[in-house]
């Protein structure tokens, strides 16, 4: 029920991003999804890639600091509120979304997110038939 993300501690300085971008490219590792948010002095790229374990091998190796952790994937409509909907469900149980980011391709979306209680999300998404994708699932649509 959950896919592996990357996530990557980014000095704010010029290059820093496409330093760790060729590493996967020159890897021939796949982006799927990925989302950057910044201070002044750092950021934090989130990722989901087609090759997690190998990815994250690399930017260890070229001394990246990174986390390779778990998230869990939904697939909801692209319409109008259906995130607001699959969201409602984490907030009626009384947890947390501490981010979130997306992948919206042909009328579809797909909500990559993490909660401060993976166990009770799991048990959201059981108990409103909420549909989750793996990692398999997910390179496979893109």
Not at 63 to 80: E, F, I, P, Q
Not at 87 to 94: D, E, Q, V, W
Not at 100 to 123: D, H, P, Q, W
Request: with cysteine.
């Amino acid at each position: 029920m959950t896919i592996n993300q990357i996530s990557i501690f980014l000095e704010n300085k010029y290059g820093k991003l496409n330093e760790v971008l060729s590493l996967l490219g020159d890897a021939n590792i796949r982006i799927i999804a990925a989302t950057v948010a910044d201070t002044s002095e750092f950021g934090i790229m989130r990722m989901i890639v087609d090759n997690p374990q190998e990815s994250y091998r690399i930017l260890r190796d070229n001394n990246v600091s990174c986390h390779l952790g778990d998230v869990l994937a939904l697939r909801t409509n692209s319409h109008a509120g259906s995130f607001a909907e699959t969201i409602a469900c984490f907030t009626k149980a009384g947890l947390s979304i501490e981010y979130m980011y997306c992948v919206s391709f042909n009328g579809k979306s797909t909500l990559i997110l993490r909660t401060n209680n993976r166990e009770n999300a799991r048990e959201v998404i059981r108990r409103n038939n909420l549909e989750y994708i793996t990692e398999d699932d997910l390179i496979k649509l893109t």
